[in-house]
């Protein structure tokens, strides 16, 4: 059973589409993130939610829009895609905050063209 | 605020050899450190924490850190490199109080020369 699992896993599409990345975590966990990692494989927190409440929204544009329909599930749909939104977008989950550290997803790879 | 530092984008060893990435961190309240490892194509694997108990931490594969406050580090080292260590390797900080995020350093990319 995966822990933390994203859907879809590779992703291309055209500018201006919309699209959306689903999480799912089974490790009961209270909290659940997006991360972006860039080209240069630099991590950068996006959103946290801890059960169903939005705890972080750091500078993202506000065509990214996060949706936690219960504490497992924490999904990112994105409007408008730009070329810049190509990246690896991460899901992660964690209980107690950080204490205990993340788990990650395998990632998703957005390509957009 | 938290921030974390890796010395050297890339580190280079020979298969035997001794590993060590370099990692400072800056916070103002007592942190959890962490290691990560990146394999290709694939997600973040934790290696090993700190959370204030022993400075001494193993973790998986091999490899421990030390955590030195009058240093401000938390250095990872494996004693002997194996071919398979080879991958992108992560530290990464959080403040102890109102511990919401973890944030990364730029990584180190490891790689095994036989």
């Known amino acids: 059973d995966t822990a933390v699992s994203q859907t879809p896993k590779y992703l291309v599409t055209q500018m201006g589409n919309d699209k959306s990345i689903k999480c799912e975590q089974n490790l009961g966990h209270d909290t659940m993130y997006w991360y972006k990692q860039d080209s240069k494989k630099f991590l950068k927190i996006m959103f946290s939610y801890n059960n169903k409440e939005l705890i972080i929204n750091e500078t993202v544009p506000n065509r990214f829009s996060p949706k936690s329909p219960d504490k497992a599930h924490l999904n990112l749909h994105i409007n408008s895609l730009e070329l810049g939104d190509s990246a690896v977008y991460f899901c992660a989950s964690s209980q107690a905050g950080t204490r205990y550290g993340y788990t990650f997803g395998s990632g998703t790879r957005l390509t957009v063209v | ?114």
């Open chain 2, 1 to 114: 605020a938290q921030s974390v530092t890796q010395l050297g984008s890339h580190v280079s060893v020979s298969e035997g050899a001794l590993v060590l990435l370099r990692c400072n961190y800056s916070s103002s309240v007592p942190p959890y450190l962490f290691w990560y490892v990146q394999y290709p194509n694939q997600g973040l694997q934790l290696l090993l924490k700190y959370t204030s108990a022993a400075t001494l931490v193993k973790g998986i594969n091999g490899f421990e850190a030390e955590f030195k406050k009058s240093e401000t580090s938390f250095h990872l080292t494996k004693p002997s490199a194996h071919m398979s260590d080879a991958a992108e390797y992560f530290c990464a900080v959080s403040a102890t109080q109102a511990a919401q995020k973890l944030v990364f350093g730029q990584g180190t990319r490891l790689t095994i020369n036989p």
